[in-house]
Nanobody, 126 residues
Framework: VQLVESGGGSMQEGESLTLSCTASGPTYNYDTNSIAWFRQGPGKEREGVAVIYICGAITSYADSVKCRFTISEDTNNNTVYLQMNSLKLEDTAMYYC??????????????????WGQGTQVTVSS
């Protein structure tokens, strides 16, 4: 599975942005049950942002983005989205999508994911 992120850009605080992650094939197959978004800010470790499990049955979010970000999917187009509202300065990061077989309790662990995209940059300024 090849993953390609798009939609990054430079935004102002409080604005909204939607990222897309498009897979080269079906987003769910024999070795993926979940698609997640991770991010890595300047000088920070990569962290899990949100995850969606097969057919949107389960979604989870990092506390820092709850009620602001929404993960969704369009299985017909093999695409997962990350709608980001009320952007904050601390949301500045390179955003990556990842696919793999993850346990819902540990969805934020990078080693759960076998496939990664190249990332798309989101920069939030005041």
């Amino acid at each position: 599975v090849q993953l390609v992120e798009s939609g990054g850009g430079s935004m102002q605080e409080g604005e909204s942005l939607t990222l897309s992650c498009t897979a080269s094939g079906p987003t769910y197959n024999y070795d993926t049950n979940s698609i997640a978004w991770f991010r890595q800010g300047p000088g920070k470790e990569r962290e899990g942002v949100a995850v969606i499990y097969i057919c949107g049955a389960i979604t989870s979010y990092a506390d820092s983005v709850k009620c602001r970000f929404t993960i969704s999917e369009d299985t017909n187009n093999n695409t997962v989205y990350l709608q980001m509202n009320s952007l904050k300065l601390e949301d500045t990061a390179m955003y990556y999508c990842a696919a793999g077989v993850s346990a819902s309790n540990f969805w934020y662990r990078e080693n759960m994911y076998k496939y990664w995209g190249q990332g798309t940059q989101v920069t939030v300024s005041s």
